[in-house]
T-cell receptor
Framework: DTEVTQTPKHLVMGMTNKKSLKCEQH?????MYWYKQKAKKPPELMFV???????INESVPSRFSPECPNSSLLNLHLHALQPEDSALYLC???????????????FGAGTRLSVL | EDQVTQSPEALRLQEGESSSLNCSYT??????LFWYRQDPGKGPEFLFT???AGEEKEKERLKATLTKKESFLHITAPKPEDSATYLC????????????FGAGTQVVVTP
């Protein structure tokens, strides 16, 4: 089973709202990722967690706050977003890349976020 | 700096008309090259990983090949359900956890 589950599937929020996106996997992966994807563009990496610790932050604005409460769960807390933050937010997981090897990232179906 | 370029941007095929998608890459060292398929509004679906030049992998009507500078995704006798955007991504030795994605090739297969 290579399933990554994201909730909710769709989210509409105002610029003053606080909301959270959730991601769950049960593949035993210890690396988890958040991506942002705008229409007709490839996914852009936002954050990477490895062994529940934040390893990569691609200079993402502080209105996006990631959290990895355990090895199966990944959250993205949203606050004071702007309309330009509207996008498809994707979660992915993989085994932790070790040495020179790469590991397959498995993606969830995404959360379609609209900021009004 | 790592670069990944996919061509063509879009491809329209008749059912049964075979074709190839190209992914050219520039990296200091290659950990792996990945092909994903993405349907509208969905997350990317993993297709293949290639690690070294000369490697080939097949799955149904799809075959991926790798050289030191590019990868091809061959679609043989496509069906309408093969319509999707195909993404190529490279994991370089310079970037521990980051995939560099190409812009994708949008494939439409008509009956």
């Amino acid at each position: 089973d290579t399933e990554v589950t994201q909730t909710p599937k769709h989210l509409v929020m105002g610029m003053t709202n606080k909301k959270s996106l959730k991601c769950e996997q049960h593949m035993g992966h210890r690396a988890m990722y958040w991506y942002k994807q705008k229409a007709k563009k490839p996914p852009e990496l936002m954050f990477v967690y490895s062994y529940e610790k934040l390893s990569i932050n691609e200079s993402v604005p502080s209105r996006f706050s990631p959290e990895c409460p355990n090895s199966s769960l990944l959250n993205l807390h949203l606050h004071a977003l702007q309309p330009e933050d509207s996008a498809l937010y994707l979660c992915a997981s993989s085994q932790v890349p070790e040495g020179a090897w790469s590991n397959i990232q498995y993606f969830g179906a995404g959360t379609r976020l609209s900021v009004l | 700096e790592d670069q990944v370029t996919q061509s063509p941007e879009a491809l329209r095929l008749q059912e049964g008309e075979s074709s190839s998608l190209n992914c050219s890459y520039t990296v200091s060292g290659l950990r792996g090259l990945f092909w994903y398929r993405q349907d509208p509004g969905k997350g990317p679906e993993f297709l293949f990983t290639l690690y070294s030049a000369g490697e080939e992998k097949e799955k149904e009507r799809l075959k991926a090949t790798l050289t030191k500078k590019e990868s091809f995704l061959h679609i043989t006798a496509p069906k309408p359900e093969d319509s999707a955007t195909y993404l190529c991504a490279v994991h370089s030795t310079d970037s521990w956890g980051k995939l560099q994605f190409g812009a994708g090739t949008q494939v439409v297969v008509t009956p």
